[in-house]
């Protein structure tokens, strides 16, 4: 096994709860194993355009576009590195045990990473859109589209990027536990033509906390 450190990419859209899982859960896993993660923009609004979808599911997709839009907005004016903590400050007000419905969320989150409150402005325009398709296309294209969020990309051994949706899981993994899970994803990830492995989770909820 190699001893190198390596660096990760996980998709995601600030909205979706079962990716938050997932991203904690990375950051669990980059104390344990020589790993880094790198964290990029999907959009679900973007993902399920010219579907038919029931009314709540579109109500919920017309909010989506807020948080990914000032989200790829901070990444093109200020870069990659940002996108955690606005992330992570956008999670812990948007996926809590009694999420926030607060039109002041996006400019709470970008005030306590120090960022201008003039992105939030990015929230109410297609401005940035190429750029979040794009972002969105690069994560997603490798996987298909029949898939959501979260989707991680790995380098594999052999110089070929290995792309998987997941895993979905609930609660977050600690510690070595974190890890050992991620030892079975890239087992199972890095297989060749291995394509799913999955199970009905009912009307589990993730935990937020």
């Known amino acids: 096994m190699t ?3 390596v660096t990760a990419d996980m998709w995601f859209d600030p909205m979706c709860p079962w990716a938050w899982v997932t991203s904690r859960w990375l950051l669990e896993v980059q104390k344990v194993r020589n790993v880094d993660f790198r964290f990029h923009v999907m959009s679900l609004a973007v993902l399920n355009q010219g579907r038919e979808l029931n009314a709540k599911y579109q109500d919920f997709l017309v909010r989506a576009w807020k948080p990914v839009r000032v989200c790829i907005a901070a990444e093109q004016q200020f870069g990659n590195e940002v996108l955690l903590p ?3 400050a956008l999670g812990v007000r948007i996926h809590t045990p009694d999420p926030m ?3 002041d969320i996006i400019l709470e989150a970008l005030a306590e990473v120090g960022l201008p409150a003039s992105l939030a402005k ?3 325009t297609d401005s940035y859109d190429e750029e979040l398709r794009a972002s969105h296309h690069a994560g997603m294209d490798p996987v298909g589209d029949e898939v959501g969020t979260p ?3 790995v380098p594999g051994a052999d110089g070929q ?3 998987f949706f ?3 899981m609930t609660p977050v993994p600690r510690g070595e536990e974190a890890g050992k899970l991620w030892d079975g994803v890239l087992l199972v990830a ?3 033509g291995f394509f799913e492995l999955k199970r009905s989770r009912g009307d589990i909820s993730p935990s937020l906390e």
């Open 86 to 88: 606005l992330y992570t």
């Open 101 to 103: 419905d607060d039109p």
């Open 3 to 5: 001893t190198e450190r």
């Open 122 to 124: 990015a929230a109410e």
């Open 166 to 168: 997941g895993p979905v």
């Open 161 to 163: 990027t290995i792309a």
């Open 190 to 192: 890095g297989t060749s």
């Open 151 to 153: 989707v991680i990309h």
